[in-house]
């Protein structure tokens, strides 16, 4: 029983912050619902026993990816922005399409679970944190050894462009 | 049902009662750090109220109780507001992960008209096997306490005070985990009580096949990892702001940094999360290389204290509770060395540039924490090797 | 019986729900806003949404693959973070603007 409350609590959590990043005009607001979103999904996966999963989801987007989105925003100090949001034809027919997906999805899910019962799939044996943990360190350093090496050439790669596209004045549109 | 409720019931106690703990720490640290830093700079510190000053935290509390709540003009009124009250939670949750002794054991009891137990308490606010991840993911959150307070208060001097301290916060960051590598190499293991209970016994090393066992010394982390400890200790400081590196609040430059806009009792809580985080940096260096809540005699582990006290008071469950008192008294002197140490050192070294901290993060701590992970995974290996 | 077992039986479509939620909110923020960082933050979102459905997926099959996906999501989440700030505080120090509306023709 505790589990199911847990599961509806982090559900309304990672729902409504979601929903604040996309409604809220200011954006500094925006990133702090959005690191909320991110503590909610990473309580998520300790509800799903991915736990080691869970935590590199709190060290690497809630405590460094979302503090740099929430830095530049406030060096920037937008305060308040009068056109936070896109006006038109075209962007009034993607808010209706969202909406419409929104409340299909809802409506389809409820449906889905109230009709069929069989879709309810039973969760299979709890593994313990440290054997499903060791399970990922063999399949990462073992069987899939290459793609974690790409990885780190990508993110050598990502830091020399971060760090010369941040110094260069203006980019390629500097002024001569 | 009804055990399971107890067993709830106990769990929560235990979360408000090492939340409590730790709030009652701050205003001993306070203290000491006054005296400390008085002792150090032969002065006498704080003497009139009660004894040895002693009682000037509880005038101190009424003072900061009773002072006017007020917040700036162009202040952003809701973060002004929840910026110290997120101050707190990080480092509570964070501390709440530290094992700090042997469990108790509790027999099966009839009371209420149904039988209760056996129970097994952690000495531990909750038992997470992954602790270190958690303990590292949870305090990389304070940063956002620290840019809330900045941004809300609508200060310049707060604003640059939060850019430089979350900038300091993520980059030490990176030092804090590359040194904890080494630990994690060296045990195989993310689980904190496993690594205190892998750390009991003698030293001994084991090379070409041949065993070396010191008779005196005790099988700690920080013999096997010196460099990693020295590399977690100053990055810790860097991590709670504290002295040398405490850019953040550079008084010359920025009057006191993100929280210089505040006063009174929310000023108290963001020293209640600078504290906690001092704490459970202290908590964690003990576990990773002091042993934990083991006593500092190889022929003592806890397994024969246990013993010991089972013999001494005829139960199994008296037993683990004197045991477990032990090991708690054990723990807290540890604790409370590494907190000295702490203020020692604030009130010893001079405040570094910000270019110089920077340049030391990036430049030295880093390449020598990727060295140490480097060196112990290469010992490890061989290690392993030289068993099999 | 059955009108409640949606609300007290948490199973693998719950999860595919909310994933299908929260990355509807994601296009949503990238489509709607005009603040480039909050774009940012929208493919952000979209890329949490569909970790949960990886997460769940793998709890669910008996299958660590999943988390191993999540794993590589993260690592270019946070390289392509990264790359997008950098370009947004090149672009805020030559326009003093964040506005996508500011920049829209490519021209200097």
């Known amino acids: 029983m505790a589990d199911v409350i847990v599961f509806w609590f982090l559900a309304l959590v990672t729902v409504g912050s979601g929903l604040a990043v996309v409604l809220l005009p200011n954006p500094i607001y925006c990133a702090l619902c959005l690191a909320m979103t991110m503590v909610g999904v990473s309580a998520l996966f300790v509800t799903l026993g991915a736990y080691f999963i869970a935590g590199v989801q709190l060290i690497v987007y809630a405590g460094a990816v979302l503090v740099l989105f929430t830095m530049v925003l406030m060096l920037f100090d937008l305060k308040s922005e009068t056109n936070a949001f896109s006006r038109g034809v075209i962007t009034g027919a993607i808010k209706v399409a969202c909406a419409g997906v929104l409340s299909g999805l809802i409506a389809g899910a409820i449906v889905m679970t109230l009709g069929q019962r069989s879709s309810v799939v039973s969760p299979l044996a709890e593994k313990s944190a440290i054997d499903s943990t060791k399970a990922l ?38 002024k001569h | 049902m009804g055990k399971d409720t107890l067993e709830i019931a106990i769990n929560g106690l235990k979360l408000v009662l090492i939340f409590l703990m730790m709030v009652q720490a701050v205003p001993i640290l306070v203290w000491l750090e006054r005296r400390g830093s008085a002792f150090i700079q032969n002065r006498f510190g704080p003497n009139r109220v009660g004894p040895l000053g002693l009682l000037q935290l509880l005038a101190d509390a009424v003072k900061f109780l009773t002072k006017e709540d007020f917040y700036p003009r ?69 940063a956002y306490t620290i840019l809330m307070a900045g941004w809300g208060s609508g200060s310049k001097y707060s604003l640059l005070g939060a850019l430089r301290a979350s900038a300091q916060t993520i980059s030490y960051e990176l030092a804090l985990g590359l040194s904890i590598v080494g630990v994690i190499l060296l045990y195989g293991t993310f689980d904190l009580t496993s690594m205190i209970q892998a750390q009991e016994g003698a030293l001994h090393f084991q090379m070409m096949g041949q065993t070396v066992t010191s008779q005196f010394l005790p099988n700690w982390g920080f013999f096997y990892q010196p460099l990693g400890a020295v590399l977690f200790f100053a990055a810790t400081f860097a991590e709670s702001n504290r002295l040398p590196f405490d850019l ?26 600078e504290y906690g985080h001092m704490m459970v940096a202290s908590g964690l260096f003990a576990a990773f290389y002091l042993g934990g809540y083991a006593l500092p005699i190889p022929s003592w582990n806890p397994a024969a204290v246990l013993h010991w006290s089972t013999e001494l008071l005829g139960s199994k469950e008296s037993g683990s509770v004197l045991a477990a008192i032990i090991h708690f008294l054990s723990f807290n002197i540890k604790f409370g060395l590494l907190l000295w140490i702490f203020i020692w050192v604030r009130w010893t070294l001079p405040r570094f540039r910000y270019d110089q901290l920077m340049d030391l993060g990036w430049k030295t701590m880093l390449p020598w924490s990727l060295a140490n992970a480097m060196i112990t995974a290469v010992g490890v290996y061989l290690a392993s090797v030289a068993m099999v | 019986m059955q009108s409640t077992s949606f609300l007290t039986e948490i199973g693998l479509s719950h999860y595919l729900v909310l994933s299908a939620l929260l990355f509807v909110m994601g296009v949503a923020t990238v489509l709607l806003r005009r603040n480039l960082i909050v774009i940012l933050m929208g493919v952000e979102l979209m890329l949490n949404a569909v970790n949960i459905s990886f997460i769940a997926f793998s709890k669910y099959n008996d299958r660590v693959e999943g988390q191993l996906m999540v794993f590589f999501v993260m690592t270019i989440a946070a390289a392509e973070a990264a790359v997008g700030l950098a370009i947004a505080v090149s672009i805020f120090k030559r326009f003093k603007e964040v506005n996508i509306r500011f920049f829209e023709h490519l021209k200097g």
């Open chain 2, 248 to 273: 953040a609040e550079g008084e010359a430059e920025l009057v006191a940094g993100f929280h210089t806009e505040y006063g009174g009792f929310k000023m108290l809580m963001f020293f209640i999360g």
């Open chain 2, 74 to 142: 162009t202040a952003v009124k809701t973060l002004f507001y929840l910026a110290p009250v997120f101050a707190l939670i990080p480092a509570t949750l964070a501390f709440c992960a530290i094992p700090m002794s042997t469990p108790i054991q509790v027999a099966a009891f009839d009371a209420f008209g149904s039988s209760w137990g056996p129970y097994v308490f952690k000495i531990q606010g909750f038992d997470i096997s992954v602790g270190i991840v958690y303990i590292l993911g949870m305090s990389s959150l304070a």
């Open chain 1, 137 to 174: 360190g063999k399949l990462l350093f073992q069987e899939n050894v290459f793609a974690f090496e790409a990885l780190g050439v990508l993110l050598l790669v990502i830091a020399v462009g971060t760090v010369s596209l941040a110094r260069s004045k203006g980019g390629t549109h500097a």
